[in-house]
């Protein structure tokens, strides 16, 4: 009797989300150079040729994973945004919040972060920074307008800011910094932000 080759199942209407789930957990542990859709189809267990009816390639792949991580990333910094407190208070949350979600998914950060993107997906991309970094950048012109931080180009005061919090997060990714000092040290960071670092 010959033996038919088992059927692999099909993720009916699933299997998109099952692929990217599959691919962070590979970006965590391996990194970017290990992605591969074949890998996937066999960790999700489907047919090889079935990755490729929700992605082209594997920069499609990528670019799907970076744009999951900025909606997780715009969600965090959604739930820990609160208007009514002091802009002290409101930013330090914030960056926090971002902190927390950078040491919890460095590698799909720099994902997120990199450059090559398909121009297929730039429109998306640039709202989904709009989404993250452009909050950041309507608080600061919202509190300049109240008087809270000094006068002058937004843009400018934003890439001051998002600068020393993603560098704090590179610190910690590349094990200079310890996750806790990261932490433990964002009150001082938004306190010398908004206050420089002259003697007062």
Not at 18 to 29: D, G, K, Q, Y
Not at 63 to 92: K, V
Not at 173 to 196: F, K, Q, S, W
């Amino acid at each position: 009797m010959v033996r038919m080759p088992e059927s692999r199942p099909y993720h009916h209407g699933d299997l998109r989300a099952a692929l990217l789930t599959s691919a962070e957990r590979t970006l965590r542990t391996r990194g970017t150079a290990a992605l591969s859709l074949r890998e996937l189809a066999r960790d999700t267990g489907v047919s090889h040729a079935a990755p490729g009816r929700h992605f082209k390639d594997k920069q499609a792949l990528l670019d799907a994973l970076a744009l999951t991580g900025y909606d997780r990333l715009a969600q965090t910094l959604d739930a820990a945004d609160d208007p009514t407190l002091p802009l002290e208070a409101r930013l330090t949350a914030l960056a926090r919040a971002y902190l927390r979600f950078a040491i919890d998914n460095a590698a799909l950060l720099e994902l997120m972060y990199a450059r090559k993107h398909e121009p297929d997906t730039s429109e998306q991309m640039a709202a989904a920074v709009d989404r993250t970094v452009g909050s950041l950048h309507r608080l600061i012109a919202d509190a300049q307008q109240r008087g809270e931080i000094v006068p002058g180009d937004p843009d400018q005061i934003t890439l001051v800011a998002a600068a020393a919090l993603h560098g704090t997060a590179t610190l910690t990714a590349n094990a200079m910094l310890t996750p806790e000092a990261a932490l433990n040290g964002v009150d001082a960071l938004i306190h010398h932000l908004l206050h420089g670092l002259k003697p007062r």
